[in-house]
């Protein structure tokens, strides 16, 4: 047995398989990082609108509460939301009324249903939430 060495020739290109691995393996790691973070970022924006439609429908439930309570108006209504976080929302509003009699007093309840939306239906943007109460005018 000779201790022969390898030839050179044999051994060309071995660290160009290398470099070229370890490049695809850092850029499969920089494109999971962006989708990640561009996905987390989604998920905020989404959180956020969410939660300014849900005020946005709580707002037109108190404003038909009080319209029901401090005048027995009761109806459907639009309401085009401008000011503060549930600006750009629009809100429609249903309202049903019955009268009842208890004890000998005619009690009225309603039922007020209110659906906010903002953005585009179909839209990346778009977002809804539908809120209902009953309220009464017992004392």
């Not at 249903?113 to 778009?126: F, R, S, T």
Request: proline content about 2%; hydrophobic content about 45%.
């Amino acid at each position: 047995m000779t201790g022969r060495l390898p030839d050179r020739r044999t051994q060309r290109g071995v660290s160009l398989v290398a470099a070229i691995f370890l490049l695809v393996v850092l850029a499969g790691l920089g494109v999971f990082a962006v989708r990640l973070s561009v996905l987390q970022a989604q998920t905020t924006t989404s959180a956020l609108r969410a939660a300014q439609a849900f005020h946005a429908a709580r707002g037109g439930i108190a404003w038909a509460a009080h319209q029901a309570l401090n005048g027995g108006v009761c109806g459907p209504a639009l309401l085009n939301l401008t000011e503060g976080g549930t600006s750009g929302f629009d809100v429609t509003i249903q309202c049903t009324q019955s009268s009842h009699i208890e004890a000998g007093s005619t009690l009225n309840v309603f039922v007020i249903d209110a659906l906010a939306e903002g953005g585009v239906y179909g839209g990346p943007d778009y977002v809804s939430r539908r809120l209902q109460a009953k309220i009464t005018d017992a004392s």
